[in-house]
T-cell receptor
């Protein structure tokens, strides 16, 4: 799976949009971009994933650049409960073999009151 | 609530002992994954099962083993425990190939 690069930490003011960047310059055509977050010692929580089109759900939006070498996760109105470590993961489409996730170090997002 | 249930939530045991961690996947999910998270190593993939069969192995020690039963629940067995095995152990499940993984809230293992 392609490697990802994320800033180790970010701050965002409560009520503002939090924009979390991720670089994945070696991504292949069959690899998806996934985002998870982990709130202190809880299990990682699935947020969103996409291949090349922008995606939106009730939690967040995912913007993937046209060349697919980077993406941005957007939390539109951050709250204190969004403070967590956010993981950007590139996951290859599996034809029947292993399809787990490889976690890096993520970005520690701190929402400031 | 992800729908993945892990028991027990906490486990304290002594070095050299053996423990079993249990995971019930979301209803209908066929794949189960085990991860270990320690302070210095981050989230490490251990092993994956799909419909009762082992599908992939990661950094799982020989002292550790797992299985998935016909009712799809899974158990992770850790033996000859060492202090360094102290960690959070997470189970995740997914409905089918390439579906998102959904994680339980883990078992915190402390080896003294």
């Amino acid at each position: 799976d392609a490697k990802t690069t994320q800033p180790p930490s970010m701050d965002c003011a409560e009520g503002r949009a939090a924009n979390l960047p991720c670089n994945h310059s070696t991504i292949s055509g069959n690899e998806y971009v996934y985002w998870y977050r982990q709130i202190h010692s809880q299990g990682p929580q699935y947020i969103i994933h996409g291949l090349k089109n922008n995606e939106t759900n009730e939690m967040a939006s995912l913007i993937i650049t046209e060349d697919r070498k980077s993406s941005t996760l957007i939390l539109p109105h951050a709250t204190l409960r969004d403070t967590a470590v956010y993981y950007c993961i590139v996951r290859a489409y599996s034809g029947g073999g292993a399809d787990g996730l490889t976690f890096g170090k993520g970005t520690h997002l701190i929402i400031q009151p | 609530d992800s729908g993945v249930t892990q028991t027990p939530k906490h486990l304290i045991t002594a070095t050299g002992q053996r423990v079993t961690l249990r995971c019930s996947p979301r209803s209908g999910d066929l794949s189960v994954y085990w991860y270990q998270q320690s302070l210095d190593q981050g989230l490490q993939f251990l092993i994956q099962y799909y419909n009762g069969e082992e599908r992939a192995k990661g950094n799982i020690l020989e002292r550790f083993s797992a299985q998935q039963f016909p009712d799809l629940h899974s158990e992770l067995n850790l033996s000859s425990l060492e202090l360094g095995d102290s960690a959070l152990y997470f189970c995740a499940s997914s409905a089918r190939q390439n579906s998102p993984l959904h994680f339980g809230n883990g078992t915190r293992l402390t080896v003294t």
